[in-house]
């Protein structure tokens, strides 16, 4: 049996190549509507990763379509986020920070921050991942 991530990445895949179909575009085409590369397009279609939240969103509002077009029917991971509004702009980078929503597991996120910030502010974002990885009992 698949886990939850491998659904999403197949049930992106089975959704990217419905609307290349519908449009009778290619992946050039998909890539370019989608304001993606082509190299990122390959990779969902061949379910070598899975989008970020986003990465749907931009993809979606690019081309025109709803996000949950592209999630699984119970919104997998992404269920309770697609329909909040991102904080950041899906247009607007962090440098040196990762977000990505953790696929098998609803709710959460991985981030990875590789930027030089305030000893104060690192101290608060350090204080925050302890908090939340070391609850208390």
């Given at each position: ?18 609307i290349?179909?519908?449009r ?43 996000v949950?077009?592209?999630?699984l ?6 269920a309770?986020?697609a ?27 991985t ?9 104060e ?8 991942v ?8």
């Amino acid at each position: 049996m698949l886990n939850k991530s491998q659904r999403a990445k197949e049930h992106l895949a089975a959704a990217i190549r419905s609307i290349m179909r519908e449009r009778m575009w290619n992946q050039a085409d998909f890539a370019r509507a989608a304001g993606v590369g082509q190299d990122v397009v390959s990779t969902y279609l061949t379910m070598r990763s899975m989008a970020s939240l986003n990465n749907l969103r931009k993809i979606a509002k690019n081309i025109g379509e709803p996000v949950d077009r592209f999630l699984l029917p119970d919104g997998g991971a992404f269920a309770e986020a697609a329909t909040t509004p991102a904080r950041i702009e899906p247009s607007r980078d962090i440098a040196g920070v990762r977000f990505a929503m953790d696929a098998d597991r609803p709710g959460y996120a991985t981030i990875e921050i590789a930027a030089s910030v305030p000893v104060e502010i690192g101290l608060k974002i350090m204080a925050l991942v302890n908090e939340a990885t070391n609850p208390k009992a």
